[in-house]
């Protein structure tokens, strides 16, 4: 161990270990804390029973970048994964996102002129969808809304429909070919050992403290180097002074099954059916092929404020939010000597690649 670093970096998520990778191959050294017992931040995976479970979520790493495709790739492998869910609703099971598979499950269509016709007759048109609830009546009709849009979001957000921006749905393609990936990226996989590895791989070189909360002991921690990098959350730093910036929290329940290694016949299934408490089920399994027995299937559980309780997971633009993160904002730009990046630290939705495109 150094006894005085050029970089402290608080969070060993994707962000710090990012920042990490960059500096140490820039000849600097770096000291990573985390106040969790594991490298990785939300991308986390564990090897139980010999699959890779991702304890925060799926992750599926995609991009439009060669560039930060090679780079992710010389980092560890990862094996092309194309992210295809099913919903299920009721007994039946629909083809995701909205292509011609769903119309034809639904409403018996085969070519994409008969699916632009009913999508005409079912919508419902609004000029300027002001939010999510017109949006997608607008965009797709009532059926859809109600069958795969409506109990889904409204559990996931806790909100109804009719309070929540356009913007919510905005990665959700509608296609007229029968193509069931739900990404559109040109790049897509999962890392072959796991997010874990990767991150570690990223962290080579760096000193780690795990278990450690830099907040507890923010004085001596901070006289370790030079510069801080915080990817925790930017309310907690300032001590709340305005205010707890508001998450949607989301819980995970995973339950093992030995007897079988094909539970689900899918990676990811939805669940837009109101009654059914869980909005998704992940099989591990099936995102990186292995021969080892039994499955694990994971119940995702939205938990609603995270000020009532839970790990901060999506952050909650709304006008307060967005106001209070303003001030801390504010506060950050005068706090010399530290740097406030990460979903956690900038108070927004990151997908990985937007992170790993910020340092190569
Ligand atoms: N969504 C939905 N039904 C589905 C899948 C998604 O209504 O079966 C909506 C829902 O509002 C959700 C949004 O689309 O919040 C974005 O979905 P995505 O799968 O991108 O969510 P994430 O992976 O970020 O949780």
Redesign the pocket.
Known sequence: MAEHYDYIIVGAGLYGAMFAHKAIREGKSCLVIDRRSHIGGYCYTENVHGIEVHKF??HIFRTNSKKVWDFVNSIADFIPFVNA?I?RVGEKIYN??FNMNTFNELWGVTTPEEAREKIKESAIPCEHPEN?EQF?LSAVGREIYEK??????EK??GRK?SE?PVS?????PIRLTYNNS?YNELYQGIPAEGYTEFINRLLRGADIRLGVNYLDDREALRRLGDTVIFTGAIDSYFDYCFGRLDYQAVGFQDVYHANTDNFQGNAVV???DAGVPY??SIEHRHFVPTDVPGTIVTYEFPLGSYLNGGDPS?PILNERNREMYARYRELAEKEHGVIFGGRLGEYR?YAMNDIVEKFI
Not at 148 to 153: A, H, L, N, P, V
Not at 168 to 172: G, I, K, N, P
Request: one cysteine or more; proline letters at 10%; charged letters at 10%.
């Open positions: 979520g799926a869910p919903a995701l996102p999510l997608v795969f849009i409506k109990g889904y979001t996931q957000w429909c929540l919510t749905m905005s990665r959700v739900y939805n669940y837009p909005t998704r999506y939705y």
